[in-house]
């Protein structure tokens, strides 16, 4: 599959995005943090809800079933057991959080850029890690002070706080500095530094929401949706069928939550949870993607054509 078109939708995206931002009046956090939540849940709900979908393909496999021994022979029983290991590990992930912000951010952070990193198709290891490194810690080159008020009321310490973020601008330069390095070698393309370089303006001219936003609704959502699709076998009207009522209850609970506040400054006070929710089922989700590639094959070979056509 290639992405360098995603990347294309990014850059217009970003140029539309940016050009509204300095063109339109001041809009307060509340407002960025609300429109951002609602779009990434709703446009990365396609990329979510296929995980019920992955752990059906999962409990059936055979590779799956020498691994994971209850159900012999009763795939739903399997499926069963797969939900609720699934369902715990989203519990275990927000009580984490609540109990040790600090740690549970870096390990967000880490896993993000794990994650992340297979969207670059970067073939040498070390470069793609410093593409995911790119992804989540850019903001923090000039927002440095949004970022660390974003963390605050994630309940992670100011002192904490501002010690990460510059750490992430560490980590940003150093490896930008290696993409460089490995693009001299001959280990990067030209077009995946120059993708880099768009991130890295995108990041610095937009707040941190909605360059994330952006990020994870145009590039990321939409590539791993496609691959799971054409792996899975699926046509588009069986995805759309999958992840139509999710979308729609989405905004449907968001609407209703609003109209219930009555405010936006009511609905910030349900801010952290939401964010701290998202951290908890990114877990479970990263993890499963780990297990199918382990146990059903690599997936990204598999939607070149859905993507570029």
Known sequence: MQTQKLFNNFAIVSI???ALWYAAPQVSE???????????FALGMPHG????????????????????????????RRLAGLVTVYSLVVVAAFS?????????????????????????QQTFTKPSWCFGLIVVTAPSLLYSSQLEGVFGWLFVPARHSVVIVLMMQVVTFI??????????????????????????????????LI?????????HSVYHTVLIKNKMDMRWRELLAVTLLPMVGTLVLYAFAHIYLSDLNGLANYYPLIFIGLFAVTVPHVMLTYFCERFLGNVSGNATHSISS
């Open 16 to 18: 539309l995005f940016t």
């Open 96 to 120: 984490a959080w609540v109990i040790m912000p600090t740690l549970c951010l870096v390990t967000f952070l880490i896993i993000g850029a794990a994650h992340f990193r297979h969207d670059w």
């Open 49 to 76: 809800a296929l995980d019920i979908i992955m752990l059906k393909t999962l409990s059936r496999a055979s590779a799956c079933k020498s691994v994971v021994s209850w159900g012999e022979g009763k795939p739903g």
């Open 211 to 219: 360059y994330f936003t952006i990020y994870f609704c145009v590039i």
């Open 175 to 208: 490896c930008a500095v290696a993409v460089f390095y490995y693009w001299l070698k001959g280990k990067v393309e030209t077009r995946k530094v120059g993708n880099m370089m768009m991130l890295l303006a995108c990041a610095s001219l937009l707040p941190p």
């Open 30 to 40: 509340n407002t960025i943090g609300l429109v951002a939540l609602v779009v990434i």
